[in-house]
């Protein structure tokens, strides 16, 4: 009866999550499945329930490639700290990557988590870690890696949910 209690809600949990990560299939690109998969387990780890939403094969141009491991990396590091300063039942973080092959290809990623309210500044978001002179350039990284792709974006923060999307050609 007592196994029953404990295991039961963590079994569900660990089902769960590997359910997602069969999503990974989709994601031909070993560099990027491989961080997804490390970011996806160390979420697991640290209760936050992460959920990955792909459409068929996620493909990922060579010459962007270190450039998306950098933007999916920094995003998925900041949506897991994020999570980590609320309260275990409201951690949640969904991920989407959606390739359409066209003229030209695009690739659309987001990444969505629970978070404190938050005051997005132009698109500058401060830094709450201290000191804050040594914290906050990952956000300015991904901002001057899309700028150099043109690619389009959104920052957002509403009703405690924090949103990065990217449109990139």
Request: hydrophobic share 35%; with cysteine.
């Amino acid at each position: 009866e007592t196994y029953t209690k404990i295991m039961e809600p963590s079994k569900e949990k660990i089902n769960a999550a590997y359910y997602d990560l069969g999503k990974l299939k989709h994601v031909k690109t070993s560099a990027i499945k491989s961080i997804l998969y490390n970011k996806f387990s160390y979420a697991t780890r640290e209760g936050v329930e992460l959920e990955i939403e792909i459409n068929d094969d996620v493909t990922i141009q060579y010459t962007r490639l270190l450039d998306t491991v950098r933007i999916l990396s920094i995003l998925l590091d900041n949506a897991i700290e994020g999570c980590q300063r609320l309260p275990a039942d409201q951690r949640q973080i969904l991920v989407k990557a959606i390739y359409t092959e066209g003229q030209p290809n695009s690739l659309f990623f987001s990444v969505m988590n629970s978070s404190l309210p938050l005051t997005i500044v132009g698109d500058h978001l401060p830094s709450t870690k201290h000191p804050p002179e040594l914290h906050g350039y990952g956000l300015p990284n991904v901002l001057s890696i899309l700028k150099s792709y043109n690619a389009e974006y959104v920052m957002s923060c509403e009703d405690r949910h924090f949103l990065f999307a990217v449109e990139w050609p």
